[in-house]
């Protein structure tokens, strides 16, 4: 019964109507009237869709169907099939490694992240440096993804490969007999080794830095930079052709000519930590720092005395420094009112004092050891023990060398770590050409290995094994943290290799330290022994005592140098050939993050320059100002017949009658078109008694047909008489005075009364128009303290910040323009004439009283920086304001506040109306004019616009789109990994354990990152000193930075 | 009807019937193109195409291609902005703030000056949005539901009030607008003769019958929409001159900005209006309605404007160096010596000293002499805003970050390029809208006319027996 119903589709079925029964009938029809439907031609011709249409139709159905089919690449993300068992996506390994480039030397710690190295910071650990970098050391990280880089050995300017060249250059090295190695400083004891195994000498001698063998072959030292005075002063004066290491941790006075120790002066990096633990005034005491310099040198800008002078008299003043402290015959010079004043203190301080001079002349050397010997600092503050091998360089053996070179007396020359072809120039590449066999190991193609027949590109420091010694017993191991890129080969393989021995270099430096090193180490097993050093990265091994038991003993001839000293005569314009913080000796040279590192003194980027005399710049005529459209004067330097094309730019404080470039720039590498800025080597003098980097020198002006502009970062040099910006004293003052004499607070009149019928001052946070914020004193409020005291301004946290934290880089043109994208910047302070060193309240009263002598015209004059200024070096970054001025106006709320205390930026909301920038009192945000990382402008410049480059990205970090705003996050992305980490090992986050890029970069630690709310850490410590103090604070911010008021050792 | 006295002068010129206003102002809308409207057409349209290629060329390739930099967030941009907003405030003005004054010389110059608010207006709109970095993101600007959670606008912002004000003020002005445009899109489709014309009139008219109940209504709404739109005029400013007065720059943060804004803005509304109407008034041939008079007037509303504004910069000045505040005193130190004094110079002269030469009546009904003033204050009060935003952050808090501005040939093409759209917007109001509000005027045309006026008694009780002539 259950299927008796019946339905109709319509009511045509119930009717039976004849067309609806003929129509189901048909309904699955057999015959299809295909035939028919072809045959009528009539019809076919008719029909709308003819055959032309129907290819038209069908090409564009196939063109549409694969384009259809054409979707944006698909990036995969492949996880492990065997994951490595101490790789983890997501977490980071850091790896203890050497960085040495043949000038700076650094234990580092490498961090990698999914086996890619990504950032670099210094080795807390190490006793040398005490995790001391600077700029060129964490920027080296990007030169491992460098597209410029050799991709594999190259023989007669084509590429080859390895067996190849190996079989080539082991037949050329066969039949040579004066197999000469040209390398820079080597501080590897492996390495040494290595090339000995090649040229066939001994290892006793190889600290010497020399050896001669019988088949004249030999391994020979050059520095870009010659220390040779120093070597041959010490060799004179105590037998012995060394660096000694100085201890400026004990030194209460210091004495500089010319030397910037501080920033490029011998080891630098392992003065600078030291030096700064003396300049804390609330230790008992704090050393004082005498500077005479041409130039204005990292050094000359935290000195405490700064005596301008000219290169010709640095021997003038040792001479009368000497004379001043007991010895016969001081020379006569324009300072000796100073030079007294810098005695008094060296006799005040015999055995806890340093004199040092950047002079290359070996007599000058010479007379410096003199006084120190006077001093009593030998063994004190100065040791000739314990030397440093950073600087082995001798100029008459590189002289013999080239000698020999053009008496075609070598079969055989292997260059590496040097571009001798570009910092000598031609004398080096002429005598190059007369050797048959020449074999260059640099990584990216340069002047000397272009004029050689090999090139056998050595593997990127952070691609190979090394050990150091860089002073006598303390060593240190570097290991690779990738596998080569490239092929490539580390240069002591290769060196391995032709001399026949098949070890690989780390097994080879695994056998040496088995041998040499361990034994002295007092260890037990070499694997632990190994494991350890691997692992710390640095040890400390206990020389072996042998020769060093006899005390070293002054024996040189200082009247005898005195009398040459005095004969040192300089012209009326004088040269001095620098070395500045980005590029160094020319390491820098192709660095883009480098290079857009603003100079720390005159903030200028991606340029060489002369600097000179502001008031001297004016009565010759030429521009002392910068700015965007500001178009400088371009002079042509003639020096030792040489001449090369510079701006010349302003530097307060330049001694008049010098000017100064800087060395390293104009240096081309790989393919790139035009270097940046002029090679100034060419002025180095080099004559017999060795190479000198100061010289007589002319200028002529060079009209252009285009202005030249300069990039610079900071166009306004002071500050203004703005005490609220920049706090600085006197030690003096510090010492005996109250806060309020340095340090005061801001006070206002409050309305109420006192008895008397006055008004009641109150501090400024009772005028409050804010609540208190909800979570004071709850959780976290994180927040840092800088001290401009130990901050040296070496811009190491610049470079720092921009790894970490994926800043794009612009080029030259665009920084020009105001636009640097840096998050974190130095502000660098010069003072003016209307601005008395020291004293806060001094400051105002001398601007108010000049005010109301000379009226507004008095602002434009204070413009200007004084003639020999004192200088502050102030690090600027979000300030994480409480109350923050860029929070309130955002339309979208893009920026806002955490519970945290910390001011953020959701990149994805900002629209970018840059009100936030606009209304920033510090103008610390940065705006995404273009897309920096596709736009053709940048594509020369900016290393995230290739594959390569962008490895170096912090995963962490979001690379930043056109049109949005950006700024300091305070590193949220380590804060939350501190966090993290606490959080597994369910502990609170220690103080000490996270820190921001900029703070752990700092060689000085002048930067301290903490929690505000945590009573017991050492940023509350520094914030509740009575130096703390914030910037603007009167405005209301209430930011979370503090700073530590400047104290100079000076007299009220 | 009410007649004035005829001490006061008269508002329309000569003996013109009713059907002569009609035609006279109709002139344009009935005829071809003149060449000059030809001329000016292909100026206007050459620049605005030009303006239009900058900012694709701006949205395409970033702000970058203007000349800001990280100290001077906004130049040219925002100067722009306001400038336009300022301008754009006569218009509402005369026909909102005059209409509940019952200033009868409103009605030949109201017509205008609105349309010159709502085209200003949308010139203005144009700098806030094409100065974001993300223009594609520009409406989370409005708070509307969205997908992102509870991601809401923020409400402390002025530039959020900004939205609010002016999106607020330009549909009141153009509602304002259109009403009043009723009656004589009416007038032009009963007059139409060509079909299209009169389609396109009709529909524009509403199906307005000009019948006395939809005078009537007509009148009410006008009065109701005034009463909404004259406090507009001055929001609008004040909100705008927010955007500077709650921030933390010195020479932004003062309380004194929205009077001084809204002051400037009247200010530099009449004198583009002025600048406009001595040339339609003569294009047009329309001297008889628009008259010396009406110059003078506005002439007036010049000198009082200008004063008050001049007033504002010396209290700011004088507030700076009082307050004891040293970068509130800097600030307007920078502004007279500073690198930028040339425009601070410019200012002054332009906005505080040149309206007093409009004391001399001589000057002030002299056509050449207001033109040559109208196009000065423009000047004076585009450099205003200018020094304003420039000159106030480009050397704020920390001596470090100072800096210079220099326009970019995209800033100068898109400021170009807006005067170029504004014109080519106004040429087309000009040839296809009724440029004066021609069913007004002849409202007034017993009361105010001249021939009216010169009639005797008699005569005028022969014209219009019912009336009496009010001789009071």
């Given at each position: 019964m259950?299927?008796?119903?019946?339905?109709?589709?319509?009511?045509e079925q119930l009717?039976?109507?004849s067309?609806?029964?003929?129509?189901?009938n048909n309904?699955?029809?057999?015959h299809?009237?295909?035939?028919?439907f072809?045959?009528?031609k009539?019809n076919?011709e008719d029909?709308?869709?003819?055959?032309?249409d129907?290819l038209?139709?069908l090409?564009?159905?196939?063109?549409?169907?694969s384009?259809?089919?054409?979707?944006?690449p698909?990036?995969k993300?492949?996880?492990?099939?065997?994951?490595p068992?101490e790789?983890?996506?997501g977490?980071?390994?850091?790896?203890?490694?050497t960085?040495?480039d043949?000038?700076?030397y650094?234990p580092?710690l490498v961090?990698?992240?999914?086996?890619r190295?990504?950032?670099?910071?210094g080795?807390k650990?190490?006793?040398?440096t005490?995790g001391?970098?600077?700029?060129?050391?964490n920027?080296s990280?990007l030169?491992l993804?460098?597209g410029n880089?050799?991709?594999a050995?190259?023989?007669?300017?084509?590429?080859?490969d390895?067996?190849?060249?190996?079989?080539a250059?082991a037949k050329?090295?066969k039949?040579a007999?004066n197999i000469?190695?040209?390398?820079?400083s080597i501080?590897?004891?492996?390495a040494?080794?290595a090339?000995e195994?090649?040229?066939?000498?001994?290892?006793?001698e190889?600290?010497?830095?020399?050896?001669?063998?019988?088949?004249?072959?030999a391994h020979?030292?050059y520095?870009?930079?010659?220390y040779?005075?120093i070597l041959?002063?010490?060799n004179?004066?105590?037998?012995?052709?060394v660096i000694?290491?100085?201890s400026?941790?004990?030194?209460?006075?210091?004495v500089?000519v010319g030397?910037d120790f501080m920033?490029n002066?011998?080891?630098?990096?392992?003065?600078?930590?030291?030096y700064?633990?003396?300049r804390k005034p609330d230790?008992?005491?704090?050393?004082?720092?005498?500077q005479?310099?041409?130039?204005?040198s990292?050094s000359?800008?935290?000195?405490?005395?700064?005596i301008?002078?000219?290169?010709?008299?640095?021997?003038?003043?040792?001479?009368?420094?000497y004379?001043k402290?007991?010895?016969?015959?001081?020379?006569?010079?324009?300072?000796d009112k100073?030079i007294?004043?810098?005695?008094?203190?060296?006799?005040a301080?015999?055995?806890?004092s340093?004199v040092?001079?950047?002079s290359?002349?070996?007599n000058?050397?010479?007379l410096?050891n003199?006084?120190?010997?006077m001093?009593?600092?030998?063994?004190?503050?100065?040791?000739?023990?314990?030397t440093s091998n950073?600087?082995?360089g001798?100029d008459s053996r590189?002289?013999?060398?080239v000698a020999?070179m053009?008496?075609g007396?070598?079969?055989?020359l292997?260059?590496?770590g040097?571009?001798?072809?570009?910092?000598m120039?031609d004398?080096?590449a002429?005598?190059?050409?007369?050797v048959?066999?020449?074999v260059?190991?640099a990584t990216?193609?340069?002047?000397?290995?272009?004029?050689c027949?090999?090139?056998?590109?050595?593997?990127?420091?952070l691609?190979?094994?090394?050990?150091?010694?860089?002073v006598?017993?303390?060593?240190s191991?570097?290991?690779?943290t990738?596998?080569?890129?490239?092929?490539?080969?580390?240069?002591?393989?290769s060196?391995?290799?032709?001399?026949?021995?098949?070890?690989?270099?780390?097994?080879?430096?695994?056998?040496?330290?088995?041998?040499n090193?361990?034994?002295?180490s007092?260890?037990?097993?070499?694997?632990?022994?190994?494991?350890?050093?691997?692992h710390?990265?640095v040890v400390?091994?206990a020389?072996?005592?042998?020769?060093?038991a006899?005390?070293i003993v002054f024996?040189?001839?200082?009247?005898?140098?005195?009398?040459a000293?005095?004969?040192?005569?300089?012209?009326?314009?004088e040269l001095?050939?620098?070395q500045n913080?980005?590029?160094g000796?020319g390491?820098g040279?192709?660095?883009p993050?480098l290079?857009?590192m603003?100079?720390p003194?005159t903030?200028?980027?991606?340029d060489n320059?002369a600097?000179?005399?502001p008031?001297e710049?004016?009565e010759?005529?030429y521009?002392?100002y910068?700015?965007?459209?500001?178009?400088?004067?371009?002079?042509?330097?003639?020096?030792?017949?040489?001449?090369?094309?510079?701006?010349?730019?302003a530097q307060p404080?330049q001694a008049r009658?010098?000017?100064?470039?800087?060395?390293?720039?104009?240096?081309v590498v790989?393919n790139m078109?035009?270097p940046?800025g002029a090679?100034a080597?060419p002025l180095?003098a080099?004559?017999k008694?060795g190479?000198?980097?100061?010289a007589?020198a002319?200028?002529?002006?060079?009209e252009?047909d285009?202005?030249?502009?300069?990039?610079?970062?900071?166009?306004?040099q002071?500050?203004?008489g703005?005490?609220?910006?920049?706090?600085?004293t006197?030690?003096?003052?510090?010492k005996?005075g109250s806060?309020?004499?340095?340090?005061?607070a801001?006070?206002?009149?409050?309305?109420?009364?006192?008895e008397?019928g006055?008004?009641?001052?109150?501090?400024?946070?009772?005028f409050?128009?804010w609540?208190?914020?909800?979570?004071k004193?709850i959780?976290?409020?994180?927040?840092?303290?800088i001290?401009?005291?130990?901050c040296?301004?070496?811009?190491?946290?610049?470079?720092s910040?921009v790894?970490e934290?994926?800043?794009?880089?612009?080029?030259?043109d665009?920084?020009r323009r105001?636009?640097?994208m840096?998050?974190m910047?130095?502000d660098?302070?010069y003072?003016s004439e209307h601005q008395p060193l020291g004293d806060v309240?001094?400051?105002?009263?001398?601007?108010?009283e000049a005010?109301?002598l000379?009226?507004?015209?008095t602002?434009t004059a204070?413009?200007?920086?004084a003639?020999n200024p004192?200088v502050v070096h102030?690090p600027?970054?979000?300030?994480?304001?409480?109350?923050a001025?860029?929070?309130?106006?955002?339309?979208v709320?893009?920026t806002?506040?955490s519970?945290?205390?910390?001011?953020?930026?959701a990149?994805?909301?900002?629209?970018?109306t840059?009100?936030?920038?606009?209304n920033c009192?510090?103008?610390v945000?940065?705006?995404n004019w273009?897309n920096?990382?596709?736009?053709?402008k940048?594509?020369?410049?900016?290393p995230?616009?290739d594959?390569?480059?962008r490895?170096?990205l912090?995963?962490?970090v979001?690379v930043?789109s056109?049109g949005?705003m950006?700024?300091?996050?305070?590193c949220?992305?380590?804060i939350?990994?501190?966090?993290?980490?606490?959080?597994?090992a369910?502990?609170?986050v220690e103080?000490g354990n996270?820190?921001?890029?900029?703070s752990?970069a700092?060689?000085?630690?002048?930067?301290?990152?903490g929690d505000h709310?945590?009573?017991g850490s050492?940023?509350?410590e520094a914030?509740?000193q009575?130096r703390?103090?914030r910037?603007i604070?009167e405005?209301g911010q209430d930011?979370?930075?503090?700073y530590?008021?400047?104290?100079?050792?000076?007299k009220? | 009807?009410?007649?004035e006295?005829?001490i006061r002068?008269?508002?329309?010129?000569g003996?013109?019937?009713y059907?002569?206003?009609?035609?006279d102002?109709?002139?344009?809308?009935?005829h071809k193109?003149?060449?000059?409207?030809k001329?000016l057409?292909?100026?206007?349209t050459?620049?605005?195409?030009?303006?239009v290629?900058?900012?694709?060329?701006?949205?395409?390739v970033?702000i970058g291609t203007?000349?800001?930099n990280n100290t001077?967030g906004?130049a040219?941009?925002?100067?722009?902005?306001v400038w336009?907003?300022?301008i754009?405030h006569a218009?509402?003005?005369?026909?909102?703030?005059?209409?509940?004054?019952?200033?009868?010389?409103r009605?030949a110059i109201?017509?205008?000056?609105?349309?010159?608010t709502?085209?200003?207006?949308?010139?203005a709109?144009?700098?806030p949005?094409i100065h974001?970095?993300?223009?594609?993101?520009a409406y989370?600007?409005m708070p509307?539901?969205?997908q992102?959670g509870?991601?809401?606008?923020?409400f402390?912002?002025?530039?959020?009030w900004d939205?609010?004000?002016i999106s607020?003020?330009l549909?009141?002005?153009?509602?304002?607008?259109?009403?009043g445009l009723?009656?004589?899109?009416?007038?032009?489709?009963d007059?139409a003769?060509?079909?299209?014309q009169?389609l396109m009139y009709s529909?524009?008219?509403f199906?307005?019958t000009?019948n006395?109940k939809?005078?009537?209504?007509?009148?009410?709404?006008?009065?109701v929409?005034?009463?909404?739109?004259?406090?507009?005029?001055?929001s609008?400013h004040?909100?705008?001159s927010?955007?500077?007065?709650?921030s933390?720059?010195?020479?932004?943060?003062?309380?004194i900005?929205?009077?001084?804004f809204?002051?400037?803005a009247v200010?530099s509304g009449?004198?583009?209006?002025?600048?406009?109407m001595?040339i339609v008034r003569k294009?047009?041939?329309l001297?008889?309605y628009v008259?010396?008079?009406?110059?003078?007037?506005m002439?007036?509303?010049?000198?009082?404007?200008g004063s008050?504004v001049?007033?504002?910069?010396?209290?700011?000045l004088f507030?700076?160096?009082?307050?004891g505040v040293?970068y509130?005193s800097?600030a307007?130190?920078?502004?007279?010596?500073?690198?930028?004094?040339?425009?601070?110079?410019i200012?002054m002269?332009?906005?505080?000293?040149s309206p007093?030469?409009?004391?001399?009546?001589?000057l002030?009904t002299?056509?050449a002499f207001?033109?040559i003033?109208?196009?000065v204050v423009?000047?004076?009060?585009?450099?205003?805003?200018?020094?304003?935003?420039v000159?106030?952050v480009?050397?704020?808090y920390l001596p470090?970050?100072?800096?210079?501005f220099?326009p970019t040939w995209?800033?100068i093409?898109?400021?170009?390029?807006?005067?170029?759209i504004f014109?080519?917007f106004?040429?087309?109001f000009?040839k296809?809208?009724?440029?004066?509000?021609f069913n007004?005027?002849k409202?007034i045309?017993k009361?105010?006319?001249?021939?009216?006026k010169?009639?005797?008694?008699?005569?005028?009780?022969?014209l219009?027996p019912?009336f009496?002539k009010?001789?009071k």
């Amino acid at each position: 019964m259950a299927n008796s119903k019946k339905y109709w589709k319509g009511l045509e079925q119930l009717d039976n109507q004849s067309d609806f029964v003929e129509t189901s009938n048909n309904e699955f029809a057999e015959h299809l009237p295909v035939t028919e439907f072809l045959e009528d031609k009539e019809n076919l011709e008719d029909a709308s869709t003819t055959r032309r249409d129907f290819l038209k139709y069908l090409g564009f159905g196939v063109a549409a169907a694969s384009l259809a089919a054409c979707e944006t690449p698909v990036t995969k993300a492949i996880p492990y099939l065997n994951k490595p068992e101490e790789v983890t996506p997501g977490e980071a390994n850091y790896y203890a490694s050497t960085y040495y480039d043949g000038s700076d030397y650094a234990p580092i710690l490498v961090k990698t992240r999914e086996g890619r190295p990504i950032f670099i910071s210094g080795n807390k650990e190490s006793a040398l440096t005490k995790g001391a970098i600077n700029a060129r050391v964490n920027a080296s990280v990007l030169s491992l993804y460098d597209g410029n880089r050799l991709k594999a050995p190259m023989m007669g300017g084509k590429e080859t490969d390895w067996d190849t060249i190996d079989a080539a250059v082991a037949k050329d090295l066969k039949t040579a007999k004066n197999i000469k190695v040209l390398t820079s400083s080597i501080i590897s004891p492996s390495a040494k080794s290595a090339i000995e195994q090649l040229v066939g000498g001994n290892t006793e001698e190889a600290v010497e830095g020399e050896e001669v063998v019988d088949n004249g072959s030999a391994h020979i030292t050059y520095d870009s930079i010659s220390y040779s005075g120093i070597l041959e002063a010490n060799n004179e004066s105590f037998g012995k052709e060394v660096i000694p290491t100085y201890s400026f941790e004990k030194a209460k006075t210091i004495v500089s000519v010319g030397a910037d120790f501080m920033g490029n002066w011998l080891d630098a990096l392992q003065y600078v930590n030291d030096y700064a633990q003396t300049r804390k005034p609330d230790n008992k005491w704090m050393s004082k720092h005498f500077q005479f310099e041409a130039s204005m040198s990292l050094s000359g800008t935290n000195a405490d005395v700064r005596i301008p002078a000219k290169p010709s008299e640095y021997g003038a003043i040792i001479s009368s420094l000497y004379g001043k402290l007991g010895g016969s015959g001081g020379a006569k010079t324009a300072y000796d009112k100073q030079i007294a004043a810098a005695a008094k203190e060296l006799k005040a301080s015999k055995g806890e004092s340093i004199v040092v001079c950047g002079s290359n002349d070996k007599n000058v050397q010479v007379l410096v050891n003199a006084i120190n010997e006077m001093l009593g600092n030998y063994g004190k503050t100065i040791d000739v023990k314990t030397t440093s091998n950073s600087k082995q360089g001798v100029d008459s053996r590189m002289a013999e060398l080239v000698a020999d070179m053009n008496a075609g007396k070598v079969d055989a020359l292997l260059i590496d770590g040097v571009d001798p072809v570009y910092t000598m120039g031609d004398s080096f590449a002429k005598a190059l050409k007369k050797v048959k066999t020449t074999v260059s190991f640099a990584t990216k193609m340069n002047d000397t290995a272009t004029a050689c027949k090999y090139v056998c590109p050595s593997n990127h420091g952070l691609e190979s094994w090394s050990d150091a010694m860089p002073v006598t017993g303390s060593y240190s191991l570097g290991q690779p943290t990738i596998s080569p890129l490239f092929d490539t080969r580390q240069t002591e393989e290769s060196l391995l290799k032709w001399a026949g021995n098949d070890l690989s270099y780390h097994d080879y430096i695994k056998k040496y330290w088995e041998e040499n090193i361990f034994p002295q180490s007092g260890a037990t097993f070499f694997g632990d022994f190994w494991n350890k050093t691997l692992h710390d990265g640095v040890v400390e091994v206990a020389a072996a005592e042998t020769e060093e038991a006899e005390t070293i003993v002054f024996s040189g001839d200082a009247s005898k140098a005195n009398s040459a000293v005095k004969k040192i005569k300089g012209g009326t314009l004088e040269l001095e050939l620098t070395q500045n913080m980005a590029v160094g000796a020319g390491v820098g040279a192709d660095n883009p993050w480098l290079q857009e590192m603003p100079d720390p003194i005159t903030k200028i980027t991606w340029d060489n320059y002369a600097t000179m005399n502001p008031s001297e710049m004016k009565e010759k005529g030429y521009n002392v100002y910068f700015g965007q459209e500001e178009s400088m004067n371009v002079i042509a330097v003639t020096a030792n017949n040489q001449k090369i094309q510079v701006p010349v730019v302003a530097q307060p404080g330049q001694a008049r009658g010098t000017i100064s470039v800087a060395l390293g720039y104009g240096k081309v590498v790989g393919n790139m078109e035009t270097p940046t800025g002029a090679n100034a080597y060419p002025l180095v003098a080099s004559t017999k008694s060795g190479v000198s980097y100061y010289a007589d020198a002319t200028i002529a002006d060079v009209e252009l047909d285009e202005a030249y502009h300069i990039a610079c970062t900071q166009t306004q040099q002071t500050v203004m008489g703005r005490d609220s910006v920049v706090r600085e004293t006197t030690l003096d003052v510090y010492k005996k005075g109250s806060k309020e004499d340095y340090n005061p607070a801001f006070t206002l009149l409050s309305g109420d009364t006192d008895e008397h019928g006055h008004q009641i001052k109150k501090e400024l946070k009772e005028f409050d128009l804010w609540g208190d914020q909800p979570v004071k004193n709850i959780g976290h409020r994180w927040g840092m303290s800088i001290d401009m005291n130990t901050c040296t301004g070496c811009s190491a946290c610049v470079t720092s910040c921009v790894a970490e934290n994926n800043i794009a880089v612009i080029g030259k043109d665009e920084v020009r323009r105001g636009r640097i994208m840096h998050w974190m910047r130095i502000d660098r302070y010069y003072s003016s004439e209307h601005q008395p060193l020291g004293d806060v309240g001094g400051t105002h009263t001398a601007t108010k009283e000049a005010l109301d002598l000379n009226g507004i015209s008095t602002y434009t004059a204070m413009e200007n920086a004084a003639d020999n200024p004192s200088v502050v070096h102030q690090p600027m970054m979000c300030q994480h304001c409480n109350h923050a001025g860029c929070e309130t106006v955002c339309p979208v709320a893009a920026t806002t506040h955490s519970n945290e205390g910390l001011n953020m930026m959701a990149y994805n909301r900002c629209i970018g109306t840059r009100y936030c920038a606009n209304n920033c009192a510090y103008k610390v945000r940065r705006f995404n004019w273009f897309n920096y990382i596709a736009y053709h402008k940048f594509t020369e410049v900016n290393p995230s616009q290739d594959d390569l480059g962008r490895m170096v990205l912090n995963p962490d970090v979001v690379v930043r789109s056109r049109g949005v705003m950006e700024k300091c996050s305070l590193c949220v992305q380590r804060i939350q990994e501190g966090k993290l980490d606490a959080k597994k090992a369910g502990s609170k986050v220690e103080d000490g354990n996270i820190q921001t890029a900029c703070s752990i970069a700092c060689p000085t630690n002048a930067i301290t990152f903490g929690d505000h709310n945590d009573e017991g850490s050492k940023l509350a410590e520094a914030r509740n000193q009575d130096r703390a103090y914030r910037i603007i604070e009167e405005v209301g911010q209430d930011g979370n930075i503090y700073y530590q008021t400047k104290v100079r050792n000076l007299k009220a | 009807m009410h007649k004035e006295a005829a001490i006061r002068e008269p508002l329309i010129l000569g003996s013109p019937t009713y059907s002569d206003i009609s035609n006279d102002v109709l002139h344009s809308i009935e005829h071809k193109p003149t060449k000059l409207w030809k001329v000016l057409m292909v100026i206007a349209t050459i620049a605005a195409l030009w303006g239009v290629g900058c900012i694709l060329y701006l949205i395409g390739v970033g702000i970058g291609t203007w000349g800001l930099n990280n100290t001077v967030g906004w130049a040219w941009d925002i100067t722009n902005f306001v400038w336009w907003v300022g301008i754009g405030h006569a218009g509402t003005l005369i026909s909102a703030v005059l209409l509940l004054f019952r200033q009868k010389w409103r009605m030949a110059i109201n017509r205008p000056a609105e349309a010159m608010t709502i085209f200003a207006v949308f010139m203005a709109g144009t700098f806030p949005m094409i100065h974001m970095g993300r223009i594609w993101m520009a409406y989370w600007v409005m708070p509307i539901p969205n997908q992102f959670g509870s991601l809401w606008v923020n409400f402390n912002s002025p530039l959020l009030w900004d939205v609010f004000a002016i999106s607020t003020y330009l549909s009141v002005s153009l509602v304002f607008w259109y009403i009043g445009l009723i009656p004589d899109f009416g007038s032009i489709r009963d007059r139409a003769t060509r079909p299209v014309q009169k389609l396109m009139y009709s529909l524009l008219s509403f199906g307005w019958t000009g019948n006395a109940k939809a005078w009537q209504r007509f009148e009410e709404v006008s009065l109701v929409l005034a009463g909404l739109a004259t406090p507009l005029v001055f929001s609008v400013h004040s909100i705008v001159s927010m955007d500077f007065a709650t921030s933390v720059i010195p020479g932004w943060h003062t309380t004194i900005f929205p009077p001084y804004f809204v002051a400037g803005a009247v200010f530099s509304g009449f004198a583009m209006v002025q600048t406009l109407m001595i040339i339609v008034r003569k294009a047009m041939r329309l001297e008889q309605y628009v008259t010396i008079k009406h110059i003078e007037y506005m002439n007036l509303v010049i000198i009082v404007t200008g004063s008050i504004v001049g007033v504002a910069y010396l209290t700011e000045l004088f507030i700076s160096a009082y307050s004891g505040v040293e970068y509130e005193s800097y600030a307007f130190i920078n502004r007279l010596s500073g690198p930028y004094w040339w425009s601070y110079a410019i200012m002054m002269t332009c906005n505080v000293v040149s309206p007093h030469l409009f004391w001399s009546k001589k000057l002030r009904t002299n056509l050449a002499f207001t033109f040559i003033m109208s196009i000065v204050v423009n000047i004076g009060m585009w450099f205003e805003r200018f020094v304003i935003i420039v000159t106030s952050v480009h050397r704020d808090y920390l001596p470090s970050s100072w800096s210079m501005f220099y326009p970019t040939w995209v800033d100068i093409g898109v400021f170009i390029g807006t005067l170029g759209i504004f014109s080519v917007f106004y040429l087309l109001f000009l040839k296809y809208f009724p440029v004066l509000a021609f069913n007004e005027v002849k409202s007034i045309l017993k009361s105010s006319g001249e021939q009216y006026k010169n009639m005797s008694d008699e005569e005028f009780k022969k014209l219009h027996p019912v009336f009496k002539k009010d001789i009071k």
